[in-house]
């Protein structure tokens, strides 16, 4: 088949988050099983043009309201039949970081996102380039399904082409005031409650969840969830509508990219047959580094995430101190929203000794936390999938994960009787339902039998891409069946 990605971010191009790492390697899983996938991205400061050789292969212009900006076209061939696009806009995409700043979002989102949605289908079009699917991710790329529609399907072109949208986070909705509106270039039809119109803004998201032929999201749990009004941000009713349409399909890890064997960054590297020997390397290693004791005893506990409220943070800060007093180490790798960056660098000095903080994204830092750490915590109110449970598995960190989304549908709760399960999944969501979990693993972590067959359960887990990249050509196949969406 041919595939069009469009997304705002690509491991090893452009990340924040878990889409960057969907968005680099279920291309290269699609490609493997003898499709054809170009992806389509923002040319951002992080993709240095001096690192990735790419050529200039056209240039135009996008009407966004009644100005004109012109954007050039790069491509980069990644490996054969897998090429990446980036969309070269210099005022709104040559910027420190992707979405926002110290001071927020960047007040110009709307129109650097709506430049990039139209850049989208136009340059397929003057590449004569005719896809089976267009895959879009998240708000960033909502407006594409609704351009394809409005726009090209109206004259008669990319009429066989169908659309689908994944959803990789409910919560960012791109909800822009109604000025917005008229810069998107889309008649005041367009803008009602049954398309773009959200709470009288103009919602990216929702255009991607109205105007695309079949939706997805990333784990068959969050499926469920986001037509419930408890996780539904706003828009389970027309998800419920869209019930028919929505699939949930998990997603899996790059697992050559994350691989405890070949890892550089490691202190040493492992296999399920050689970690009970080598992980505790990595183990002391990570507490020498975080000036913690190095003591194989002392359990330590790993988090690398966005500080954001979604990833339940509040509950972390509320048991440091019972943390100390049990005599678990904390190592928190994580950057986000400032309310928690200054939380935790003003009790950090606090712990020491006890809690180790890294305000910063870092992938080797990462790494080592995933290899060096016993556990590792997700206790996040809500999680669409989450990766990062799915590589402490690989790297045999058991994860303390809150029932909720992707972290339900990845790790099963380990029951005193069976000596089955790969973590600890609690219900609730208070600090004491936490601390609760905390408190089964470590007694597990004590019994050394039942805890190394934990971890090599845990190892043992394939989260490879295949399975999942399958399921997608399997959607991709049935879009294709369907009468286009109008
Ligand atoms: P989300 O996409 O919601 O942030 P995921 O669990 O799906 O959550 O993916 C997070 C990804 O980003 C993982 O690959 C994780 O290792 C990485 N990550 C998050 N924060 C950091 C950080 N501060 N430094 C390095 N990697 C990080
Ligand atoms: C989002 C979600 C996360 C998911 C990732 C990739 O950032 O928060 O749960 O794993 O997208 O789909």
């Not at 200039?56 to 990446?84: C, N, S, W």
């Not at 000025?179 to 803008?191: R, S, V």
């Not at 996780?231 to 399909?249: K, N, T």
Request: include cysteine.
């Amino acid at each position: 088949m041919r595939i069009v990605f469009a997304a705002s971010e690509m491991y090893p191009f452009a990340k924040t988050g878990g889409l960057a790492d969907v968005a680099g390697a279920l291309p290269k899983a699609l490609v493997a099983l003898g499709h054809e996938v170009k992806v389509i991205l923002p040319r951002f400061r992080s993709i240095d043009p001096s690192l990735f050789s790419m050529e200039t292969i056209d240039e135009f212009e996008v009407m966004i309201g009644q100005q004109r900006h012109r954007v050039e076209i790069k491509a980069h061939e990644m490996a054969p039949r897998l090429k990446v696009y980036f969309v070269e806009h210099p005022g709104f995409f040559d910027r420190e970081s992707l979405y926002s700043d110290g001071s927020g979002d960047y007040p110009d989102n709307d129109q650097r996102f709506i430049c990039f949605s139209k850049a989208v289908p136009e340059i397929l079009r003057r590449l004569e380039y005719q896809p089976d699917v267009i895959h879009c991710h998240d708000w960033q790329t909502g407006l594409i399904p609704a351009y394809l529609k409005c726009t090209y399907q109206k004259q008669g072109l990319f009429e066989k082409c169908r659309t689908i949208f994944t959803v990789h986070n409910l919560a960012y909705q791109g909800n822009f005031p109604l000025d917005t509106f008229p810069l998107t270039g889309f008649g005041w039809e367009e803008f009602t409650l049954h398309r773009m119109e959200f709470y009288g803004k103009v919602s990216f998201l929702k255009a991607g969840l109205v105007y695309s032929d079949v939706l997805t999201t990333v784990s068959p749990n969050y499926a469920h969830e986001i037509q419930t009004e408890e996780f539904g941000s706003g828009m389970d009713g027309i998800l419920r509508e869209r019930a028919l349409d929505l699939y949930g399909i998990v997603n899996g890890i790059d697992v050559k990219e994350w691989d405890p064997q070949t890892d550089q960054a490691l202190a040493a590297n492992y296999g399920a047959s050689t970690m009970i020997r080598k992980k505790p390397v990595n183990k002391a290693f990570l507490q020498k580094e975080n000036d913690l004791e190095v003591n194989p005893k002392i359990p330590v506990i790993g988090m690398v995430t966005r500080l954001v409220e979604q990833k339940g943070i509040d509950t972390v800060a509320a048991i440091l101190e019972p943390l100390e007093k049990a005599r678990i180490q904390l190592v928190l790798l994580g950057s986000g929203s400032s309310r928690y960056q200054s939380l935790f660098t003003k009790i950090a000095g606090q712990y020491t000794g006890h809690f180790s903080f890294h305000l910063k994204y870092d992938e080797k830092l990462s790494r080592r936390i995933y290899a060096g750490s016993d556990f590792f915590l997700m206790p996040s109110l809500f999680e669409p999938c989450g990766l990062g449970q799915m590589i402490a598995l690989r790297y045999g960190a058991l994860p303390i994960v809150r029932s909720v989304g992707g972290l339900a549908d990845t790790v099963t709760d380990y029951h005193q009787d069976s000596e089955s399960g790969n973590g600890f999944v609690y219900e609730g969501s208070t600090a004491q339902d936490l601390l609760g979990a905390i408190d089964r693993a470590v007694q597990v972590f004590g019994d050394k039998k039942l805890w190394t067959a934990l971890q090599k359960n845990a190892m043992k887990c394939d989260f490879s891409w295949k399975v999942s990249a399958e399921k997608y050509i399997e959607l991709y196949k049935h879009a294709r069946r369907k009468t286009a969406l109008r």
